[in-house]
Nanobody, 116 residues
Framework: QVQLVESGGGLAQAGGSLRLSCAASGDTLCMSVMGWYRQAPGKERELVFSLSSGGATTYADSVKGRFTFSRDPVKKNTLYLQMNSLKPEDTAVYYC?????????WGQGTQVTVSA
């Protein structure tokens, strides 16, 4: 079992910044992919960023150059998503995800709202 808890969402103005955090606990050693997804109202959940165990990274085209993923250098199971130059279209619920041989796990989500 893996538990994921997101935090850091909220309201921002266009052009502003937010940093999301995801604290992972449990059997994270069996996870091979980690990342962030988002789901806007009326839309399907979409990938924002993913990192494989081999180090391959993928950013959605819509966030390249604006969003940056990182891991806490000390607390390895804490993930971050730094979101800069926010746009109203970034408004969504953001989910932390881990996937591997132990299964796929999702956090509860954190709301990000960007006003024009």
């Amino acid at each position: 079992q893996v538990q994921l808890v997101e935090s850091g969402g909220g309201l921002a103005q266009a052009g502003g910044s937010l940093r999301l955090s995801c604290a992972a606990s449990g059997d994270t050693l069996c996870m091979s992919v980690m990342g962030w997804y988002r789901q806007a109202p009326g839309k399907e959940r979409e990938l924002v960023f993913s990192l494989s165990s081999g180090g391959a990274t993928t950013y959605a085209d819509s966030v390249k150059g604006r969003f940056t993923f990182s891991r806490d250098p000390v607390k390895k199971n804490t993930l971050y998503l730094q979101m800069n130059s926010l746009k109203p279209e970034d408004t969504a619920v953001y989910y932390c995800n881990m996937d591997g041989r132990c299964g796929a796990y999702w956090g509860q989500g954190t709301q990000v709202t960007v006003s024009a």
